[in-house]
Every structure is written in structure tokens, then in C-alpha cells.
């Protein structure tokens, strides 16, 4: 399957919090929403690290940039200009501080502030891997560097990566239609765009297609009869690491609401998201004040799969 590598650069949209007011979402009292709305947004454990998949046996490079994990095979000739690719440009000054595996560098000083791939545009034939757990860095030069390094991979579940999207893979990772047959058909793929989420509302579910494939698909809860979500064809206008969401329709009305902080958001429309819903766990059924919910493991997978300008319809 080919897929090509080249990232749309949103790293800028992933590291700071940003804290917006949020419009006509789900409500809950003010008391529920400050005990237990969440305050961060994480770009993964395993963010920077190769893994080795357990059940599979494949190994995986996780993305620092966009959360989005890429393939490592033994057959692939371009295998270290790939990871190039996703590699972060850093100056030698920020990476000859931290301890390497060589021994060259002596001494360390402190934990670092970066981890995943790196390279020195100086020397860019030269990549180096920063362990987040070890604190070190190793030097990967060829094709074999990273062949031989990746056999000390951490082993995890394929569960335990599943919130990473695949971007780079040499097998089909498309999904089954649920065995409920759609509304909607997938004749009506935007053909033109390599990405393209779609939402039913009569099925309260997403699907997310990649290439004219179902990649990804799950239930979600959308506005009530009295805050309906709007059909239409949209797009990714934004992606928020954190938004509040909070509304006032006057003094003592029953339908304001605070949710306080809460991360992963793609907005769709100004005054609209596709977001993390952390009061409920009611997805399938009309929950919210016209956004689109969505429980943690799969707005963590939506969020970073998807880019700014990818297309949305909701019918």
C-alpha cells in the first residue's frame, strides 16, 4: 500500500495549551464540571518511542509532532530517509548535552527537553534517537543502525497503541462497515480528498476514510431535539489541544453550563466541535447542545489523524 509520508505541519497546533471559549455544547452543573473536567492534553506515552507490537510483531515509530505512528520493515531501502522525514531539526547545542550510548558525551545534564528523532541540519546523514525513559541518545547512521536498535523495542499490546493513527504501513489497515448496514453510502466518498470524515446522525456514529477506505469507525452522541447539530458539508478548521466550554443564557437558566477544560477538539464550524465528552458514557444516543461527543480512546485517534481542511459531512 503506498502512502506517502509527507506531514502536514500542525506540531505548532499540538504543543501549547490553548484555552478557548467554547458555544453550544453538552451541560452539566457547575459542581460535576469543576470536579472532574480535565486540565491537559497529552501527546501520548509512547510518543518518540519504536515499539514492537505483541500481537503482530510489527514494529512502530510513534510521531513526537502529530501523535501518528509509522511502520519500521526490514525490506524498506528508504527506511532511514523515512524516518528523516519525522525526524525534529535540532540544533547541536540542545542535543550533544544528553548522554550517549557511545560514551562520547560524558556527562548529562539533566533530563531532556526533547525526545523521538532527531538530526543536526549540520550533519543530516546523522539521526539520533532520544530514549524518553533512558534519558540517552543513539546514533542511527544506516539502514542496519535502525534494524539492529529496534530489536530492543518496547513490546506492547496492539490496545495500548491503538489511539495512534497508522500513517505509514505496508499492509491494508482499512476496517469492516459495522454489520448494521449505513444510511449513507460510501459511493458519496469525496473521491478528490485522501481524508474524509463522515457522521451520520440517524446512525449516531463516525466513520473516518483514508485513501476510499473505512479506517475508523465508532459511535457518537449529537445535539438533543432542542440543540440539534446541523447537517451539512464542513471541514477541520481548527485543532484545539484544549477548549472551555461555557455558556450563559442568563441569570439561573437551566441550560447554562460550564464544562470547564477539555481537551482534543477539531472545530467544524465557529461555533462547533468534534470533542472529548468526559460527563457521559451514553454514545449512540442524541446527548449534546449540538456538538459532536466523543469518548477519550477515540477522540485521541481522531484528533491526530485528522488535518486541518479535511472535509466533514453531517447528514
Known amino acids: 500500500m503506498s502512502v506517502n509520508m509527507a506531514l502536514v505541519s500542525t506540531a505548532k497546533k499540538i504543543a501549547p495549551v490553548v484555552v478557548m471559549l467554547g ?126 536498535y529496534i530489536k530492543k523495542a518496547t513490546v506492547v499490546t496492539s490496545e495500548t497503541i491503538k489511539e495512534y493513527p497508522i500513517a505509514f504501513a505496508d499492509f491494508d489497515y482499512s476496517v469492516k462497515e459495522p454489520a448494521k448496514k449505513p444510511i449513507y453510502s460510501p459511493n458519496l466518498i469525496r473521491l478528490e480528498s485522501s481524508k474524509f470524515i463522515d457522521v451520520s446522525l440517524s446512525e449516531q456514529r463516525l466513520r473516518a476514510y483514508e485513501n476510499g477506505k473505512l479506517v475508523n469507525t465508532f459511535l457518537i452522541s449529537s445535539g438533543n431535539r432542542k440543540f440539534p447539530t446541523p447537517k451539512g458539508e464542513f471541514s477541520v478548521l481548527a485543532k484545539l489541544p484544549v477548549v472551555r466550554y461555557q455558556w450563559s443564557y442568563g441569570t439561573d437558566h437551566p441550560d447554562n453550563y460550564d464544562l470547564g477544560n477539555v481537551p482534543y477538539n477539531l472545530r467544524v464550524m465557529p461555533h462547533k466541535y468534534i470533542h472529548y465528552a468526559y460527563w457521559h458514557n451514553n454514545f449512540g444516543h442524541v446527548m449534546s447542545h449540538g456538538c459532536i461527543n466523543v469518548n477519550l480512546a477515540n477522540i485521541k485517534w481522531i484528533y491526530r489523524w485528522a488535518d486541518e481542511g479535511v472535509p466533514v459531512s453531517i447528514h
Open 23 to 148: 458555544f453550544l455544547t453538552c451541560g452539566v452543573p457547575d459542581a460535576l464540571a469543576q470536579k472532574y473536567s480535565p486540565i491537559g492534553f497529552s501527546i501520548g506515552d509512547y510518543a518518540g518511542d519504536f515499539v514492537k507490537e505483541k500481537e503482530t510483531g510489527r514494529i512502530w515509530y510513534i510521531d513526537v509532532n502529530l501523535s501518528r505512528r509509522y511502520q519500521v520493515t526490514e525490506n524498506d531501502p528508504l527506511l532511514l530517509e523515512r524516518l528523516k522525514e519525522v525526524a525534529q531539526i535540532k540544533p547541536w547545542g540542545v542535543i550533544q548535552p544528553i548522554l550517549s550510548d557511545d560514551l562520547m558525551t560524558i556527562v548529562s545534564k539533566g533530563q531532556s527537553k526533547i525526545r523521538g528523532l532527531v538530526y543536526d541540519e549540520n550533519a543530516p546523514n546523522l539521526i539520533w534517537h532520544i530514549q524518553r525513559r533512558a534519558n540517552r541518545r543513539h546514533a542511527l547512521r544506516s539502514n542496519q543502525d535502525v534494524l539492529d
